[in-house]
């Protein structure tokens, strides 16, 4: 697929955008539609430092998913533009125009980016180490024992040493979600996505899951996290970004976000979730 309309972009200024974005997200003018309805995604601007977490909000249906999926190339933009890390996400430039991905290319865009869903999707026939180790030996061909001896630091780093052998249904909603974000990091990702990734847990769960991304956040790693968990997003957020009907309608720091929301809309949402 050749898209004109970012061949427009004159180079300098994608160079200037890629190495902003080093180590964090770049979204320039992103629109989104499905088979020739409205616009999902309506011209999103957004920009995550390396090494920043950022509270994705916003009512069901306002694009929030969607934006992450395009980050995360699950699903193709109509325009616009993304860099990850400094790396332009689903296009490349052949030097006259700017095309699709080969499926190596997509395969290694890809594997750049941690994805947490609400759903912990384990593989249920594998182990927690296999679950872990599954990317690394197929994807990236890191050696079986290197990948073990990671997959076990990791596990630990999850607070679930010894659980290595267990199988997803032998553990509860939010220890499955812990070894869903220790698979993730099995990549060495250089951002994680998560959506909703304590929506599908019992509320006692929540925190245990809440924690394990709170230390995630504390050791420098690059998060966009779609919750409803509010305090969650007050504590721990660098910046809350608020969507509605596929625009950004409002972003700053929670304090200000939470405290003194600019727009009626952000005003009528918070009013319903807090
Ligand atoms: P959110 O995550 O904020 O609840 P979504 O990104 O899931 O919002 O959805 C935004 C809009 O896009 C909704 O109207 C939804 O119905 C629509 N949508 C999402 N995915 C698809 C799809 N694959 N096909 C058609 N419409 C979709
Ligand atoms: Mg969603």
Known sequence: VIRDDLTARPPAEAAEAAGAAAGGILIRSLTKSFGGGPRVLDGIDLTVERGQLICLVGPSGSGKST????????????????????????????????????PAEYRRQQSRIGMIFQQFNLFPHLTVLENIIEAPLSVRGVPRAEAVARAEELVAR????????????????????????????????????CDEPTSALDPELVGEVLNVLRDLAASGM????????????REVADRVVFMAEGRIVEEGAPEQMFS??????????LRRVL
């Open 158 to 193: 999850v607070g679930l040493a010894g659980r290595e052998r267990a199988y997803p249904r032998e553990l509860s909603g939010g220890q499955q979600q812990r070894i869903a974000i220790a698979r993730a990091l099995a990549m060495d990702p250089d951002v994680l996505l």
């Open 67 to 102: 934006l992450l999926r395009c980050v995360n190339l699950l699903e193709s933009p109509d325009s616009g533009m993304i860099w990850v890390s400094g790396m332009l996400m689903g296009r490349h430039f052949d030097g006259h125009r700017v095309r699709a991905l080969r």
């Open 222 to 233: 690059t998060m966009v996290v779609v919750t409803h968990e509010m305090s969650f997003a």
């Open 260 to 269: 003194h929301p600019r727009e009626e809309r952000t005003r009528n949402f």
